[in-house]
């Protein structure tokens, strides 16, 4: 049953405008998206093509899932359709979703690039760069280009740059071109910024805006001042009588202010007014009236102003902070000059490097992800190919659009002209979806600032439309969605409390408006039990909690203090709260702001027996693991490799000891260790043959020689991702990891590991060879690679940066090393207006050594960063906090003072909000606050008045009186086993066929499987004479099915490109197959295997699937050793579908009379078609949703519906344990029936 809309949520889904929609976190915005999607297709009078319908989000995953969501709100609407026509349309929109444009934006702009090739001289066939192919094309650029410039025969190039090294180092020119490389979708707007501008412009546009920072602190700051002289010099004449002076000086001030701001060239004045400045804040820092940070001097003014007088000023003085610093990066000024044209130098370099790139990258044929994007703007230049597009296009629709930067948003306004007020034929409709208090991606370059003129020129568009009905709650198209349905209510209401005080002064460009979260999680127990109109405390009730855990420095006998280990307090409070609140280990998403820590916290996760994944740790190619894998297929690759042998025996693959590696070595034949290890292989096979008995090591090596020697000779033969899992299985690796706390990382490890060639084996690349010396160069190339993130439904804590954490829930938040401040100190700025700046150099006048300085230039990009990042820190915070459905722990660090990494810290932007110190905390347990919490219940909204609190856990790892063990083992008794022990056998075969006729027939799998019968069907077929006209036309079981099978196995043999049976190759087809039967059949049955296959062929599905046959697998027998069994399964088709997604076909020959028969076989054949999908995922566990298909043949008509002659099972990732926990209780059973 869908979940019924808030009426935000409907107002959202109109496609009547263009829609800006603001979305809390967890008010379902993605699901809204979808929703809204389907609904175009479905109630838009134009009827829309899905193809003509574009929904853009900047994940795969993403677009994964709502493609997933999509279909399967489609799925369901046919099964509940009772319309012939209605159900008709919707399995047209269902047979077209295949190639709707749901993807990254990456993605649709590739596209596009292909469909003009020729406009964009690029060819249709590129392919993307991998980050090793990209690498190698930047660094072997970057060194021709310098060697081009460093030619002494063009003399003015050469000596540039040579003074730029002979100053900078080849270092920094390096990480310069490196940084501009990195920031390639700004760089022909800062190219064309050092074209239009010199160093006069430059000069003239950095003293303005100086001029407006001055102006605009100083006059608030100093009108202070002179109220705060008045007030001193009041007080005590006498010893402030010097200060009066100032008055005059600082009238002086405002007067070359008000000159400046009238019109006066700034140029002129400038360094005489900042010199002014310096004077006055001197004597203000001399008289100690306040402090270098700019805030009072306690110590002169504490006896003559009360505290709240002490605040006041203080709020004003702070203003002259970045007046202060600008007068002392000013001393600097002149080398201004030099840093543009230093700056030039490097543009005009990086502008070579980036032509010699283009080269390389047309010779490969590849481009990278911002090639895509700025082609894709490039591209759209071209009147034509807009046209052209937008008569493709109705809708396009972001989600995450707070994501975005300014040119892929000039992407979508070059497809959209209507946002810039230019009016077209044929109207797109834009929709975009998002939440700026969740922009955190500012490293990759997306900038918060997008989604405001988004919003701004939306509601411009729409307000220009004329024929447009505006309700009061709106705002020309921007919407919000208000309601979060995943935080509890105290939880909600700690992050109002704290955000919304966080956010509530905009201090820069880059802040944005806080939108309290409106709370609907257990409203309604509130509502129902609860007198609304007092107060309400949530105190001891099950509404969430908000945890400080705090560490502290414990004073010991001596002045000194030691530090208790954050991670280890955090390890033994969550397995403390696990316990006492029954909550699973996956309950816990433990995020930090960096992976600083990690470590140290997996360290104390696992001395606390307490299992985890870590998500996006960077070390995945130095995971053990991965490590003994490369090492193993080093060696299948080149045996005579000592060092890749010798580390495959060590690895817990094999488990060799170093001993055990010391004397293979010691042997004196061969040359290799490979050969002197098959040497010591046979000496113990010698021994064993003399009824000597071999020690568990030698039994190892024996194994090992085994198993290497097998896959050695497979290697050659079967593909690089069928390797890696010949070798988990032989190895029996699962069962080797099996229990440890590390094991689901190093599963996902391994499967990302198998992802990584199947992406290689894409490339065309099939050499063994080419991938070790990929992985190879990799590795030397030192590629930030991350571990593989997997969340799953595997008990286990899991792990993570606050934005990986981004777009997850967790029942209960840790917010680790929250202490931890956090500052990055950029070599390199780019500014919009002053455009690439970096610190200069000059000689110490003392030293004689070369030091770096701030210039005023750097000084103002600089902040601007600072404010930036700052900016971008509250909503770090905000995103952290909003992942907690009931529970936040906040852990830190502090001291008696707090000051470990306090100042910058998010436990201090916490603190700050809730007007709180450290200082405050002695004896300190619980705290109550009390707020307004806005709540959403049966469809109104109410403002309740709450109380809610906040506990505090000080030093938790050294209150003794915690026993986790005896809290586990208490009540525990000593267990006396009574049963009979009973033996069975290992390694038993259990097909799927065999599972699912004990499943649905036990007596039969007796008669089948126990006694050797055949099956009531084919013993009936088998009683029958085979002579001409006899009655084995009417051909049933498995005998027709087997035919019918062999036929549809090679239907890519007889399917034409077109989708159409050739009937002569159809026809040899069939004989070939039915004289390998070894049978005579007559000319009916062999009509009725052409008929079927022919009526097949002719069906919706497989003329959409035509193109994709090619590369399907027919008959694939697959098995695996699953706890010590072996479990078989052989399927007749799977096929990789349009979104990428492997299938699984089964071609099912069955007379079907009705419906019944046909629902009762559906659900006969389910566990089959599960077992069958348990190996798929197994397979491809990268793969998020998995579809398996009973294609009834009879039942293939011409021109038949499609759900009237197949069915589509659907799973996906999180139902693998329960399919595990379902197959395995029906082994045992099995087993129990044979014991």
């Not at 405390?537 to 002045?559: H, Q, R």
């Not at 040359?671 to 030698?698: G, H, L, P, Q």
Request: with cysteine; glycine share 2%; net charge negative.
């Amino acid at each position: 049953m869908e979940k019924e809309l808030t009426q935000e949520q409907k107002e959202a889904l109109r496609f009547d405008r263009h829609i800006a929609l603001t979305a809390n976190a967890g008010s379902g915005k993605t699901s809204v998206l979808q929703q809204r999607y389907v609904d175009i297709l479905l109630k838009d009078e134009k009827k829309p093509d899905p193809r003509n319908v574009v929904a853009i989000t900047f994940t795969r995953e993403a677009a994964s899932e709502i493609l997933n969501k999509i279909s399967q709100n489609i799925e369901n609407k046919i099964e509940n359709e009772s319309r012939l026509t209605e159900k008709m349309k919707l399995e047209r929109i269902r047979a077209k979703l295949n190639t709707a444009p749901i993807s990254t934006i990456h993605s649709f702009c590739s596209a596009l690039l292909r469909q003009f090739p020729i406009e964009t001289n690029i060819p249709p066939n590129f392919g993307e760069l991998t980050e090793i192919e990209k690498k190698e094309i930047y660094s072997n650029s970057t060194i021709q280009a310098l060697e081009e410039w460093l030619d002494k025969e063009v003399i003015e190039r050469s000596t540039r740059i040579r003074n730029f090294i002979s100053v900078f180092g080849m270092q920094r020119l390096e990480n310069g071109i490196k940084y501009l490389l990195s920031k390639r979708e700004r760089f022909e707007l800062l190219k064309k910024y050092y074209e239009e501008n010199n160093v006069e412009s430059f000069i003239l546009k950095r003293d303005e805006i100086i001029f407006n920072k001055i102006y605009n602190n100083c006059i608030p700051a100093f009108n202070k001042v002179t109220e705060l002289i008045d007030k001193l010099s009041g007080k005590n004449s006498k010893k402030f009588s010097t200060l009066s002076l100032i008055n005059n000086k600082i009238a002086n001030i405002y007067q070359q202010l008000e000159n400046i701001s009238s019109g006066s060239p700034v140029i002129v004045t400038i360094e005489n007014l900042i010199n002014e400045i310096k004077e006055i804040l001197k004597f203000l820092f001399d008289e100690k009236i306040i402090k270098k940070e700019c805030s009072l001097y306690l110590p002169t003014v504490k006896k003559i102003l009360e505290e709240d007088e002490i605040t006041y000023f203080n709020q004003y003085l702070i203003l002259l902070k970045e007046v202060n610093d600008i007068c002392d990066s000013f001393k600097y000024n002149a080398k201004d000059k030099e840093l543009f044209d230093d700056a030039k130098l490097l543009i005009e370099i990086t502008s070579d490097v980036i032509d010699i790139i283009n080269d390389e990258k047309v010779v490969r044929a590849g481009l990278d992800f911002d090639d895509q994007l700025i082609k894709t703007s490039e591209l759209l230049n071209d009147d034509y190919a807009v046209e052209k597009i937008r008569r493709k296009l109705k809708y396009i629709m972001i989600d995450e659009f707070q994501d975005t930067n300014d040119l892929q948003y000039d992407i979508v306004k070059k497809l959209l002209p209507e946002l810039k007020g230019k009016e077209l034929k044929g109207k797109l409709n834009f929709y975009i979806v998002g939440d700026e208090k969740q922009s955190i991606y500012g490293f990759r370059n997306a900038d918060v600032r997008v989604f405001e003129k988004a919003k701004k020129d939306i509601a411009e568009t729409n307000e220009r439309e004329k024929n447009l009905t505006v309700d009061k709650k709106e705002d020309f198209g921007n919407l919000n969605l208000t309601i979060t349905f995943r935080l509890a209510p105290v939880p909600a209401a700690f992050v109002n409390k704290v955000c919304g005080k966080l956010f509530e002064k905009k201090e820069s460009e880059f802040d944005v408006e806080y939108s309290p979260l409106v709370c609907s999680k257990k409203i309604s127990e509130i509502i129902e039990n609860e007198n609304i109109n007092t107060e309400i405390d949530l105190t001891e009730k099950n509404f969430g909690n908000v945890t400080f855990l705090i560490n502290d420095y414990i004073n010991t006998n001596s002045d000194e203090y030691v530090e208790i280990s954050e991670s280890k307090t955090l390890a033994i409070y969550i397995k403390s709260f696990a316990i006492d609140n029954k909550k699973k280990w996956s309950d816990f998403g433990i995020l930090g702001r960096t992976r600083k820590g990690f470590d140290e916290l997996i360290s104390a996760l696992q001395q606390q027996d307490i299992p985890y994944i870590l998500h996006a740790g960077k070390g995945f190619y130095n995971s053990p693991e991965v490590v003994d894998l490369c090492s193993i297929l080093s060696f299948l690759h080149n045996p005579d490799d000592n060092k890749s042998i010798a580390a495959t025996l060590r690895s817990p693959f094999f488990n060799i000891s170093d001993n055990g590696l010391y004397k293979i070595s010691k042997l004196k034949t061969g040359n290799s260790f490979w050969s002197k290890f098959k040497e010591y292989c046979s000496n113990i096979e010698n021994k064993i043959n003399r009824s000597e008995r071999a020690d568990e090591e030698e039994d190892n090596c024996l194994r090992a020689m085994k198993i290497l020697t097998e896959l050695y000779h497979r290697a050659a033969r079967i593909s690089i991702p069928q390797l890696i899992h010949k070798i988990i299985d032989m190895c029996c690796w699962y069962s080797f990891i099996s229990g440890l706390p590390s094991e689901n990382q190093m599963r996902a490890n391994v499967n990302k590991l198998i992802q990584i060639a199947r992406d290689f084996e894409k490339r065309g690349f099939k050499n063994l060879y080419d991938f070790v010396e990929q992985v190879k160069g990799t590795i030397s190339a030192d590629l930030s690679e991350s571990e593989a993130v997997f969340l799953s439904d595997e008990n286990a804590v899991n792990i993570m940066t606050i934005h990986s954490s981004k777009g997850l829930e967790f029942d209960t938040v840790c917010l680790y090393n929250s202490s931890e401040s956090y500052s990055k100190d950029s070599p390199f700025l780019l500014d919009d207006n002053l455009g690439l700046t970096f610190r200069m150099r000059i000689k110490d006048e003392m030293s004689n050594i070369d030091k770096e300085i701030i210039t005023p230039v750097y000084y103002l990009a600089s902040e601007k960063q600072n404010e930036a990042e700052k900016a971008e820190s509250k909503r770090l915070l905000y995103v952290a906090l909003t992942r907690a459905e009931n529970n936040v722990i906040i852990s830190g660090s502090i001291n008696k003072k707090g000051q470990k990494g306090y100042n910058e810290s998010f436990f201090k932007m916490i603190l700050n909000s809730l007007d709180m110190e450290p200082e405050n905390f002695e004896n300190l347990k619980e705290i109550s606050f009390y707020d307004i919490l806005k709540c959403y219940y049966n469809n109104k909204f109410y403002d309740l008045r709450i109380k809610f609190p906040v506990s505090f856990a000080f030093n938790f790892s050294d209150n003794k009186y915690l026993d986790f063990e005896n809290k586990v083992k208490e009540h525990q008794e000593k267990t006396v086993l009574l049963n009979k022990v009973s033996s069975q056998f290992d390694n038993e075969i259990f097909s799927a066929t065999k599972l699912m006729t004990y499943h649905n027939n036990p007596d039969e799998y007796v008669r089948r499987y126990l006694f050797g019968l055949p099956s009531a069907e084919d013993s009936e077929f088998n009683s029958i004479h085979l002579i001409e006209n006899s009655k084995e036309d009417d051909v049933i079981g498995t005998y027709a099915g087997t035919l019918i099978h062999s036929v549809l196995e090679r239907i890519k043999d007889w399917l034409q490109s077109d989708g159409v049976a050739d009937e002569k190759t159809l026809n040899n087809v069939i004989e070939t197959v039915c004289r390998n039967a070894n049978r005579k059949i007559g000319r009916k049955l062999f009509d009725r295997i052409h008929d079927e296959c022919r009526q097949v062929a002719n069906t919706t599905l497989i003329k959409l699937y035509t193109n994709l046959f090619n590369e399907s697998i027919s008959e694939q027998t697959m098995q695996i050793i699953y706890k010590n069994e072996i479990l078989l399964v052989k399927t007749d088709l799977l096929i990789k579908n349009a979104s990428g997604e492997w299938e699984i076909w089964d071609w099912k020959t069955n007379r079907i009379e009705s419906i019944d028969k046909k629902n009762e076989l559906i659900k006969y054949y389910e566990l089959q078609m599960k077992i069958y999908v348990f190996f798929l995922m197994k397979l491809y566990p990268e793969q998020q949703n998995f579809r398996a298909r009973l294609l009834f043949t009879r039942l293939a008509k011409n021109g038949n519906n499609d759900e009237n002659w197949f069915h589509v099972y659907i799973w996906n990732k999180r139902d693998f344990d329960n399919i595990e926990i379902e197959i395995q209780k029906l082994v045992d059973e099995v087993r129990t029936k044979q014991n």
